[in-house]
């Protein structure tokens, strides 16, 4: 699914217009303990439900953003989780692929400033 159908949607949100795409209950497990591995992100607000302690673990933003793009994730696993950008992205002054570390009961906005790249706004 093509981001530009996120973002669509997304905005919308803020006009009343069309609902988010939420998915909860995501589910980070041992396995998904790298980039290419990562669970990837299909909605606009996500909700984590179970993360593995394994170090590593965590989900991908989606390709194919436009400046503005937005998705939140919310860790509502036991453990850290990692959120990474598709290949080649970075987060914030993160290197390139890395993960950005969210710990249990976090919550992310993360915003495109490119096709590739995110800022994060992480709640306290």
Known sequence: MALSSFSTAYRGVWSGTDDAVVVSGITVAAGNNSQALAV?????????????????????L??????????????????????????????DA????????????????FVATSDK???AILSA
């Open 40 to 60: 990837a992100l299909t909605g606009e607000v996500n909700l984590i439900g179970t993360s593995s302690a394994t170090a590593s673990t965590g989900v991908r």
């Open 117 to 119: 790249n995110w800022v």
């Open 94 to 109: 993160l290197s390139t692929d890395a993960g950005f570390s969210m710990t249990t009961g976090k919550k992310a906005m």
């Open 62 to 91: 989606p390709a194919g953003t436009k400046a503005g793009d937005m998705v939140v994730v919310h860790n509502g696993g036991a453990n850290t989780t990692l959120v990474y950008p598709a290949t080649g992205g970075k987060i």
